[in-house]
């Protein structure tokens, strides 16, 4: 280990529980110091052998690793949830203890979690363990940036505790986590594959075509289930190899609580915060790959010139720039897309920079931005009102924003698709496609079957 020691841990803990006034009184520590290279998948490994809740994430360049263990404190709304989360998270960085001489973005204290898509839907029992928001302060967080590595101890110190065994006592959690932890796993066989109502899926395409056709709406997003059956429980850290693996230009992310994870890899970033510099993108349009460079070179370029798609990307550039006009200062957005490729699928995307106000936080972006029209639809209440009155799912958190925030005032949100809820030995993918006046229940059905390989695929489906 580098620089700070386990004695300084002690310390910087006994001069924060010597500071409590009263014995009920409680105080949330964070302490982060620089550590040697650890590997981020051995360090999610070895987190579950202390049977809590576990958060992974890295950001689609793969600069940022962020691995939590275990949880320190949570934050959670039900209503209000933007407004409720931001006011808890102020809450406790104005109350919490935070040793952190790095500016580093993804130190100090983090907040992992997301949110759900549409609060004002029905909730089924699918999502229960999961609030409309949700966030997770790590007990232990693993950063990587830049091939330099931090770790975190995020605790809770009462007037009564001694702060030398609390140390001690953190230090041997920390040895735990840091050992080389691998797991032998056999490949996952799916035992059964359950398509939910594909046909009414495509009867609530049609509807939604009427809908545009004779409406106000433009553009509505419908999104489907596929379950699946295992032999065998998930093992999440193996899913999470494979999709480092096979979706190297994605999110990766994982939230798990309890004996639920929400794992996925995601292309499509909502917002990004170093400083007052927000990142924000467009990604809407999709064609499939090729099976040679000709095939796919002829497969972009249809995507280029598409009209439906070009449509339905433009929906989402003008969109996000009237939802940050009144929140960012220097908004830059390119005339036209280019084609970004990922493993399975190919986007039009179209980047957005902008300096954000100083009154403005990630928070009132997210609410400004979420749901997307690539999401959602256009106009968005009317498109929202139509999705929960005929789709047949409970999204939960699919389609919803997904990512994290620390004490340093930066963040990262993307849009949770590409997305799988894991309970033990069954897991829901889920999928969407965005309906426009000209579309094709059958070939949105096909397109949907597209977007769900990413994630059938790293789970023992057909490559």
Known sequence: MIEIKEQQVASILDEVIQGLQKEEDSRLVSITKRIEETDP???????????????????SSQKLWLVGAGRAHQISSDYSRFEETEKQWDQVLEKAFVHNPYEIPGTGLVALGGLSFDPKKKPTKLWNKFKPSHFTIPKFLLTKYDNRYYFTINVSVNKNDHAKQLADELHIMEKQLMVSYVEMTDELTITNELEIDPEEWKSSVQKAMEEITHGSVKKIVLAREVRLKFDREVNIS????????????????AYEI????????????????EGNKLLST???????????????????????????????????VKM????????????????????????NLQHLYTPVTANIKKSYSIFDIIKQLHPTPALGGTPREESLAFIRKHEQLDRGWYGAPIGWMDSNHNGEFAVAIRSSLIQ???????AGCGVVKDSDP?????ETKIKFMPMLSVLGGKK
């Open 442 to 446: 059958e070939s949105e059905y096909e």
């Open 41 to 59: 998948l051995s360090f999610f490994r070895a987190a579950k052998q202390f049977g809590e809740d576990r958060t992974f994430w890295t950001s």
């Open 258 to 273: 309890d004996e639920d994870c929400f794992v996925g890899a995601t292309p499509e970033r909502l917002v990004k915060l």
């Open 282 to 316: 467009c990604l809407a349009g999709t064609a499939p790959r090729g099976n040679t460079k000709i095939e796919d070179l002829k497969f972009a370029d249809r995507l280029l010139n598409d009209e439906k798609n070009r449509e339905e990307h433009h929906f989402v």
């Open 238 to 253: 193996t899913v999470l190899t494979n999709l480092l693996k096979t979706q190297p230009n994605s999110y990766i992310f």
């Open 320 to 343: 996000i720039k009237q939802a940050i006009n009144d929140y960012c200062t220097d908004i830059t957005i390119p005339d036209k897309p280019v084609v970004y490729p990922l493993r």
């Open 424 to 430: 033990r030995d069954v897991a829901s993918l889920f």
